[in-house]
């Protein structure tokens, strides 16, 4: 269930007032969290949105029947504070083993400090009921998540299907940088992640300059999303001070490949990885990395800055990458020149790379964590299969 949906109607429940993206969602938000202004009417609205998306909740359970229900998200960050409160309302209602998957908690963000939320973030941002088990995407957020609730967590990082060998470049994809406006021999330095400011694109922006090389582009494959646009003017102007080619490139890539009706060819971020030379992840905070975990999955040489959950839950397990604590020396430069002049280097530390990430962040990985969390729902004997059965796999 959600407000924004791609799946198939039969194995899904769309429910606009889902999405925080709703119109009357953004102007709850925005009067909340912006303005920082509550009215009795506007919480009567909010009330009103929760009893309607709680019928929603109705709907998908009487058309599934579900004896499990995962939350993705939607009980950690209040950018939709009348699902949190109607999600959080159903499971107490129904009983319902619940697993709370939390990638971003209010306190997390300045922006969500608000005292005209306060009651709606201490309920149900998260909510602390029996029948809720809540996992984490980092130890550091599973710390202050036990000091702000009193509740235990499991750890359950960002994760690939590392079994499943990357794709090549093909007939489809193999005219990318054509597309794009890319030299066949630049360097293309890629930045795959959202234009907000915690992501530190000064820094790749700043190394695309010291390298100095003939021919180099700064590729970003995300927009500024939720966190408005001023930083992407800041960025550009930066760029352009700096004399580097930056390429922002959200409006090329897709979920699917697809060609419009212009003829313009929309790519996937699987294909910008396989025309990339070396990611850059200057991050000062993350919840965890998908980047990290995307780029070891192809086998790209990573220049990473060693933010806190870095620092805490990754880099112990031993991956070879090019780290730096918040800025740029000339000794770090140095080693990125060996680094891009070496291809046998590059080939071993992606050799490495790929098996702890097979090891650590792998399907494999995760299977074992979700039996974990279900022998705590069913026990530790196996699910009957006739109740197995009542469930096709999609």
């Known amino acids: ?3 924004d949906l791609d799946t198939d109607p039969e194995i899904s429940h769309f429910a606009s007032l889902a ?11 925005e009067q909340i969290f912006h303005s920082k202004n509550r009215t ?8 009103d949105i929760k009893e309607a998306l709680k019928d929603e909740l109705e ?11 995962v939350v993705e998200n939607a009980l950690s960050i209040p950018l939709n504070i009348p699902l949190g409160l109607a999600i959080t309302e159903f499971i107490t209602e129904h009983e319902i083993s619940t697993i709370a998957h939390h990638h971003d908690f209010f306190w997390e963000r300045q ?4 005292l005209a939320a306060i009651d709606y973030l201490r309920n149900s941002f998260p909510p602390v009921h029996p029948c809720i088990q809540h996992v984490v995407i980092n130890s550091i957020a599973g710390d202050e998540l036990s000091r702000r609730a009193g509740v235990s967590w499991t750890l359950i990082p960002n994760i690939l299907d590392f079994k499943e060998k990357p794709p090549v470049i093909d007939s489809y994809s193999k005219d990318f940088r054509e597309q794009i ?13 959202r234009i907000v400011s915690r992501k530190g694109i000064e820094i790749s922006i700043e190394l695309v300059k010291r390298l100095e090389y003939p021919k180099t582009v700064l590729l970003i494959t995300h927009e500024a999303g939720d966190e408005g646009f001023e930083y992407r003017e800041r960025i550009e102007e930066y760029a352009d001070f700096m004399g580097i080619e930056m390429k922002i490139i959200a409006d090329r890539i897709a979920g699917t490949r697809k060609v419009l009706e212009n003829g313009t060819k929309l790519y996937t971020l699987e294909d910008v990885y396989l025309h990339t030379d070396v990611v850059t992840y200057p991050s000062l905070y993350e919840g965890f990395g998908n980047t990290f975990i995307e780029a070891i999955y192809f086998r790209k040489p990573i220049i990473i800055n060693r933010y806190p959950i870095f620092e805490a839950d990754i880099e112990p397990k031993g991956f070879e990458v090019v780290k730096f604590n918040r800025y740029l020396t000339q000794q770090k430069i140095d080693e990125i020149h060996r680094l891009l002049d070496d291809k046998k280097q590059q080939e071993e530390m992606a050799e490495v790379n790929f098996m702890l990430g097979w090891r650590y962040f792998s399907y494999e990985f ?16 196996k699910i009957p ?3 197995i059965n009542k469930f096709k796999r999609t």
């Open 181 to 193: 406006g890319i030299a066949e021999d630049s360097l293309v330095v890629l930045q795959p992640t």
């Open 385 to 387: 299969p006739e109740k």
């Open 59 to 69: 709907s998908f359970y009487e058309k599934f029947r579900f004896n499990v229900m």
């Open 19 to 29: 999405s925080f993206q709703n119109p009357e969602i953004a102007a709850l938000n």
């Open 1 to 3: 269930m959600a407000g």
């Open 40 to 47: 009795r009417l506007t919480s009567r609205r909010i009330q």
């Open 366 to 381: 995760l299977t074992e964590k979700l039996e974990q969390l279900l022998m705590n729902i069913f026990g530790s004997k």
């Open 111 to 114: 922006r969500f400090n608000s």
